[in-house]
Structure formats: C-alpha cells, structure tokens
C-alpha cells in the first residue's frame, strides 16, 4: 500500500455562489494527502452554516487545492546532509552521537575509517559531512578531507556494515617562478603574481630575520621566486611546496637566498650565494602581523603618565596571537615580573639576551632552564602588568644592558664550509639554470616546468 504524504491544513475558498445565499465567497477548513499519486481533500469544518450544500462545492474546492498544491511542490524528500565544522577538543564519535547517531554505529564507523585514518587526526576548523536517508532514515555516508588531496568517505554497504573509501589524488611536483612588482604589500602582491598563501607566508618567514617588513618594504621593490607547487591532473594546484630561491630587492639592494640542508644535521636553512645564513642571531620581530607601536627611548609613559626611557619595542597585535622564542637559546626566567605582568626572558650566545612582556600566559613547558630554538611559540600576547592594551613589550640586551632591537646590528647564523659549501654551491648552479628555464619576463608572472 502507497504511504500516505501529508500536505497541511488550510483555507479553501469556494468561488461559487450557492443558490438562495447571500454571499459571495466561503471558506473551508481542509487537509490535503496525497496517496498513490492522487490528490485528496479531508474536510474538517466548514465556516459556516452551509453543510447542506457541500456536496456542490466539493468539486470546486478540490480544483483549488490541485491549484495550490501543484506537482511542482511534491518533490521527492532528498537525503538530510549536514555538514559540521571541527571545534577544540571534538572527537569523530562525538560529532557522530551529537548528530542522533547511537554510540554503538558511530563507534563501529570509526572503526571501519580507523583502517586508513587515524580519527585523533582531526582538527579544529575541519568539517565532517554527514548524510543520512529521506524522512529520519539510517545514516548512509560520513565523509571528511583530511587534506587537500585526500578524500575518505565512510559508507553503509547492503549488509549494514560500514566501508571506507580512500581517494588520494595523484599530484605532480611543479617548479614554478614567479616575479612582481610590490605594490601595498609583499603579501598582496605575491599572491596576485599567483603565489599561493602558504608559500607566501613561507616567503615571509624566511626573510623576518633580516627584513623589518613595517619600515624597510616599500612600493616599488620587487620579489623573485622559484617554489614547488603540487598540480592534479588537470593542471590546477593544490597545494604549496618549498621555496627553493627567493629575492626582494629593496631600494638597490637585492637579498637572494637558497634552500640547502646542511649534511651534518640535516637541517634546512637559506643561504647568501656565499654561503652564509640568511637567519640573524636574532629576529627583528618575534610576533607575526605585529604593528610597531612605540620605539626604544624616551617617551612619555602611558600609565605613568610622565617622561621615561623605553628600554624596548612595542608590537601591537590581538591578545593570544603567538610570540616566538628570537632566537636558540635557554630560558632564564617565566614568571609574573612586577609592570612588565608575564615575562619571560631567553639567554642566547655571544652575550646576548632577550626579553618578552605584558604575555596573556606563557607556553606548556616554558620554565627556567628549558632550551629553546628560533621562531618556537613561548608565550601569547596579551596586557598583563602596567599596560593598557593587549601588545608585546621586547628588549634586546647585550652584556645585561638594553639596546634597540631594531637597530642592532645583530651577527648572522651559520657560515657553510668544506663539503657542504662545494654541495650548496652546486645547488646554486641548479636553481639558476631552472630560474633561465623559466626566465618569467613581465611585472608579474607565474611560469612553470614540471620537476623530472
């Protein structure tokens, strides 16, 4: 037998004038099924007192219901989908059961997609889509994107059991080149030249040690790159790889750099064409998106409200935005400091020491002797202490005295030698005939070659 599919209940009007009544329109309460494809109006009441002359009106009123609910409003129900977004802390079988799902099915989907995928895996900002059957019927499909390239989708087979799908798309390593003219800021402009945002935050970093972004970048200095891109078939990318060679020229300056991993502890660094380390001892700013919001020296103090040497920099910047270690070193001190709130301060080589601030809180593990390494989140932003706003308060000292951080001149990192200096040089030569390959004439540009 059809099942029935219940449509409402509403007024009907009748445009028919009953003989002998003075009247010109009257309503009827109805509801509409509709079974096996025929229409079928269930009178409930009438307005008023004309039940002798409804049998006269029912062929009326049953045209005006065909009229308002046509076939075009009886779709079939399609499946509930739902897609959720990951939040701190969720797990995949409590996402499931927060959906209606019973424990015991979202465990043993779980199970199935623990074959492929470790479930722990999933993080904040993630989204997991759910499909279940028209009209509450069983969960059908679970599916998530753990990355770009990676699609899993958990489904329901004839039997009840659950399956997993593992589709991984096949991506081919590209070099690409891309050239442009700064205009507003290094960020906008690489990613107009069609430089994807990873790398350009990549491209970022890696200059952040020596390159005050704020003061020294201006309109009309130029970037150089050749990256590692990962294309689908279809050409498209996917993803973002390593930088290989970057150049800003600055004003008439140009600050080329190239990846190499050093053979000894197979750490990857950029490096002058000579062989030096493009990393200062120091960064210049230990807080990414950092505006610089009061120098080092005198300045009238803003809690205190009279003149008073600043011994530090100030960088403006949301509470809990993350404040990184500026350089290798050890960890003196982590703890509340009297106006500077929660402050830690980092000793580093060659006499120099560093220290942060104002912090909302300091880093799991951040206490006195803990060896730190350069660009290590320690601590978060905040507006502890004498202070008036979330921001970070950073002093540079040398032999226990401050000195401004901006204007130091700070030692650079490593100096390659022997064999690593002959394999880095022949890195060179290999990044420089892929940059004649493809030469990426024009302002901006992004040319290609696939990687043998």
């Known amino acids: 037998m059809a099942r029935p599919v219940w449509l409402g209940v ?15 329109r009257r309503r009827f309460a109805a509801a509409a099924l509709f079974v096996g494809g025929t229409l079928t109006l269930l009178y409930l009441g009438i307005s008023s007192a004309v039940a002798a002359r409804r049998a006269a009106l029912d062929a009326d009123a049953l045209e005006k219901a065909r009229i308002v609910l046509t076939l075009q409003e009886l779709r079939p129900l399609g499946p509930d989908v739902r897609t959720i977004e990951v939040e701190r802390g969720d797990t995949l079988t409590g996402i499931l059961v927060d959906q209606g ?3 015991f099915e979202a465990r043993a989907a779980v199970s199935a997609l623990s074959a492929v995928y470790d479930p722990t895996s999933i993080r904040a900002r993630q989204t997991v889509t759910v499909t279940f059957a028209p009209e509450g019927s069983p969960l059908v499909s679970i599916a998530l994107k753990p990355s ?5 989708l ?31 800021s290094l960020y906008a402009s690489a990613v107009a030249a069609g430089v994807p945002d990873a790398v350009v935050v990549d491209l970022i970093h890696i200059y952040s040690y ?18 590692t891109t990962y294309v689908d078939e279809t050409g498209a990318a996917i993803k973002g790889g390593d930088i290989q060679y970057a150049e800003l020229t600055l004003g008439r300056e140009k600050k080329p750099l190239y990846r190499f991993t050093t053979a000894d502890d197979n750490v990857t660094d950029y490096y002058t064409p000579k062989g030096w380390s493009g990393k200062r001892q120091l960064m210049r700013t230990p807080v990414d998106g950092a505006r610089l919001s009061s120098k080092f020296g005198l300045r009238r103090h803003p809690v205190l409200g009279y003149t008073k040497m600043h011994k530090g920099v100030d960088f403006a910047a949301p509470k809990g935005t993350p404040v990184m270690a500026s350089g290798n070193g050890v960890v003196r001190q982590a703890r509340w ?13 060659n006499s120099y020491s560093t220290g942060y601030g104002h912090l ?15 660009g290590q989140v320690i601590a978060y932003v905040g507006s502890t202490g004498r202070s008036t706003g979330p921001h970070l308060h950073y002093e540079v000292m040398l032999k226990s005295k401050q000195i401004n951080p901006m204007g130091v001149k700070l030692p650079t990192g490593r100096e390659l030698t022997g064999k690593d200096l002959l394999a880095f040089q022949a890195n060179v030569g290999r990044v420089q005939t892929a940059l004649n390959a493809v030469p990426g004439e024009g302002a901006k540009v992004a040319q290609a070659r696939t990687l043998p």
């Open 10 to 24: 509403g007024w009907v009007s009748s445009g028919t004038r009953p003989q002998g009544l003075a009247f010109e």
């Open 101 to 103: 799902i019973a424990d």
């Open 148 to 152: 770009v390239e990676r699609d899993l």
């Open 154 to 184: 958990i489904k329901r087979g004839e039997d009840g059991a659950f399956a997993v799908e593992d589709n991984v798309k096949q991506l081919a390593a590209v070099e690409r080149r891309a050239k442009g003219v700064i205009d507003g």
């Open 210 to 227: 020596d390159v005050d972004f704020q003061r020294e970048v201006k309109a009309g200095d130029k970037f150089d790159l050749l990256y």
């Open 337 to 349: 400091h009297g106006g500077y709130g929660n402050f830690i301060e980092l000793t580093h080589s």
């Open 360 to 374: 909302s809180r300091i880093a799991r593990g951040i206490k006195p002797g803990v060896r730190v390494r350069q």
